[in-house]
């Protein structure tokens, strides 16, 4: 009994400071991605704002020429400036914080299970891995992020419900997938487990895909009364472009996440042992 009550407040403490230690490498990670974003991503958002507020005064103007109410312009409530520093980078580091949190959990009950044998920070990579691949890469595949002044707004509750469902269902199959993995490599071997378990995942998130709704939403060219093109649609170069930042940054945040983590948490788990002085 008294080992047990004594082991309890020390393994407490060690988890708390593994979740310390994941908050800080998500706020890491989040600054890191933060500057790749404001770099690399800003200049794409700030092309698609200049596209949606042309778009919206040469509606207007087709509408105060056609007769018809002319949409009043909503009051900017934040900078563009504002938006693009502060905005984005409080958002991305206390989400990348949160992140990190939740790593820490996930990596404190995969060790205390399974992972016991492998080193921190090969789990943390691997775990930060599949949660690019689970909670990010697969449902992009599906519904491609957008800048956010492309898309209808009519349908943006369906389609943050759907794009919710398809993370739900990736984390859950993955989960799956792990555990028919494990299950099977005691039959099967580690290889054709894992190839197995990785064809169940494919099977089921592309069964997913095929039953949600696709989403189609890129403006394509305004034209007036008689047909002629007034705007031209969204640049598709543009669109490419953030699209391929949005999950370079995405990867970024994930793969600092779990070095910085990786390294922490070993520093954590297996401290370094002091030498005690040579005898003369």
């Known amino acids: 009994m008294r080992g047990t009550s004594s082991a309890s407040p020390a393994t407490s403490h060690v988890e ?71 905005g984005i980078a409080v958002g991305m580091v206390v989400f990348a914080a949160a992140f990190g949190a939740l790593l820490a959990v996930v990596f404190t009950l995969v060790q205390r299970g399974s992972g016991a044998g492998i080193r921190p920070r090969v789990l943390a990579l691997l775990l930060c891995g599949a949660g690019f691949v689970g909670a990010y890469l697969v449902p992009f595949l599906k519904y491609p992020a957008n800048p956010p002044a492309i898309g209808d707004a009519d349908t943006i509750q369906v389609r943050d419900s759907d794009y919710l469902v398809m993370v739900v269902v990736s ?41 949600l709704a696709p989403v189609h939403e890129t403006p394509g060219p305004l034209r007036d009364a008689s047909g002629q093109i007034v705007l031209n649609g969204f640049d598709p170069d543009v669109l490419y472009r953030f699209r391929l930042y949005a999950v370079g940054g995405q990867l970024i945040l994930w793969g600092i996440l779990g070095l910085v983590f990786g390294v922490l948490a070993e520093r954590v788990l297996r401290p370094s042992v002091r030498r005690e002085p040579a005898r003369v």
Do not use: C
């Not at 200049?50 to 900017?76: F, H, I």
């Not at 005691?186 to 997913?208: C, F, H, I, K, N």
């Open 171 to 211: 984390l859950v199959a993955l989960t799956l997938a792990v555990q028919l993995g494990r299950v099977l490599s005691r039959s099967r071997g580690t290889w054709s487990a894992s190839l197995l378990a990785a064809l169940a995942y494919v099977v089921v998130m592309a069964v997913t895909m095929l039953v």
């Open 16 to 86: 708390r400071k593994l979740v310390l230690r994941g908050v800080l490498s998500g706020a890491v990670a989040g600054l890191i991605a933060f500057v790749f974003a404001r770099v690399f991503a800003e200049p794409q958002i700030a092309a698609a704002i200049d596209y949606e507020s042309a778009r919206d005064a040469a509606q207007n103007a087709l509408d105060k020429a056609g007769g018809l109410p002319v949409t009043p312009s909503m009051p900017e409530v934040y900078s563009r400036t504002v938006q693009a520093d502060v």
